[in-house]
């Protein structure tokens, strides 16, 4: 069993910041890619950022890319989601997954993670 625990949300003005972090339990963290997705109301969950389990490699949806970095500490057994240039559009609860594959690669399907944290709210206002 691996749990995932976010933290780091919030309510930010647009043109802010903020830092998520997700910390993982119970299993090996560092082997496996890790990814963000995140779900506005009435929407489904759509992905965010995605990272190798080196933290080598890191891919991003276009809506955010150039605002948000994913990386990854894996001595912490962690990986954070800056979010810089916060737009009202990027409210959200916002969770992490874990990689289904060892050493495997990230992809930004929903089926490809395997364990889900519970989700931090961030919301943007204008």
């Known amino acids: 069993q691996v749990q995932l625990v976010e933290s780091g949300g919030g309510l930010v003005q647009a043109g802010g910041s903020l830092r998520l972090s997700c910390v993982a339990s119970?299993?090996?963290?560092?082997?496996?890619?890790m990814g963000w997705f995140r779900q506005a109301p009435g929407k489904e969950r759509d992905f965010v950022a995605a990272i190798n389990w080196s933290g080598a490699s890191t891919d991003y949806a276009d809506s955010v890319k150039g605002r948000f970095t994913i990386s990854r500490d894996n001595a912490k057994n962690t990986v954070y989601l800056q979010m810089n240039s916060l737009k009202p559009e990027d409210t959200a609860v916002y969770y992490c997954?874990?990689?289904?594959?060892?050493?495997?690669?990230?992809?930004?399907?929903?089926?490809?993670?395997?364990?889900w944290g519970q989700g931090t709210q961030v919301t943007v206002s204008s």
């Open positions: 119970g299993r090996t963290f560092s082997g496996y890619a």
């Open positions: 997954a874990k990689g289904k594959y060892y050493s495997g690669s990230y992809g930004h399907g929903r089926h490809e993670y395997d364990y």
